[in-house]
């Protein structure tokens, strides 16, 4: 039975795409084929094979809908889709990244993030921020960020923000702490000062991701296995991403050694 059921969920896209279809409600055939752009001569056969395996039920109004049994299995085959889907959007991408930043409890839900935007400057741009990432950023309400290495661009774009009202929540290495504290005084200045900003530091040896989470988008860097930054990130509007990006801000603002901030900052 159970090998009998894998070959009806997994080898035919039309029963998959059936399935996840009538998790959003029942549906007539007419709406079936509308949005599945399917004939009725290619999905009744499909049907007749769910409706055997007691996956879907026909209602006395001709709508069909979900079983018990159905609803479970697609409600678990769900976060596998999800997870299969955004590795095969960038597979390069994410078979080259350092991913033991991200605790196993959320590597697990990877497939959270959903649709992501992928980002890869050309070289006559590398040194600049994403135009899609900086302008969205100005957009939000509020921000949650970890910073993990030091951009030039990054100090004046925070410092506007925390000018503007923006509530901000910081988590910063050491060394990009101590680059803006020494190298950008009066942006810097503007973000610890703001009262509607807080900044604190991690010890360096802790491998953090670079991510920013609002209530607009989530934006993720992860180094490459080597440890380097490649400039290449992620982008999510999905609105499971942003939830799964604060989990992953809050895991490490509770996990990492805070430095002492009245030591770290100078005037």
């Known amino acids: 039975m159970s090998s009998s059921l894998c070959d009806t969920l997994w080898l035919s896209e039309k029963r998959k795409n059936l ?6 409600g029942p549906r007539d055939i007419d709406r079936i084929k509308t949005s599945l752009n399917v004939t009725s001569k290619a999905m009744m056969p499909q049907i007749k094979i769910l409706k055997k395996q007691e996956l879907i039920i026909q209602q006395t109004d001709g709508m069909y809908k979900l079983s018990e049994i159905g609803r479970l299995i697609v409600e678990n085959m769900l976060p596998l889709i999800n997870t299969m889907d955004i590795i095969e959007e960038n597979r390069e991408y994410w078979t080259g990244r350092d991913l033991s930043v991200i605790p196993l409890a959320l590597f697990k839900r990877l497939g959270e993030i959903g649709h992501c935007m992928f980002i890869e400057p050309d070289l006559n741009h590398l040194f600049d921020l994403p135009r899609e990432f900086s ?4 957009k939000a309400r509020h921000i949650l960020t970890i910073i993990s290495y030091y951009h030039p661009l990054y100090p004046a774009l925070y410092a506007e923000l925390a000018k503007s009202g923006v509530k901000m929540s910081m988590l910063l290495t050491e060394s990009v702490f101590e ?3 020494n190298d950008c005084k009066p942006e810097f200045r503007a973000i610890m000062d703001a009262e509607n900003v807080e900044v604190e530091v991690c010890e360096e040896n802790c491998r953090l991701p670079t ?10 860097c992860l180094f490459d296995k080597q440890g380097k930054y490649d400039h290449r990130t992620l982008m999510s509007f999905d609105s499971s991403a942003l939830p799964w990006a604060e989990e992953l801000f809050n895991h490490y603002r509770a996990e990492t050694r805070k430095v002492n901030m009245a030591e770290s900052y100078t005037e």
């Open 19 to 24: 399935l996840l279809l009538l998790m959003e």
């Open 135 to 138: 302008e969205n950023l100005k």
């Open 179 to 181: 680059r803006m504290n």
């Open 211 to 220: 991510v920013a989470v609002t209530d607009r988008f989530m934006h993720l």
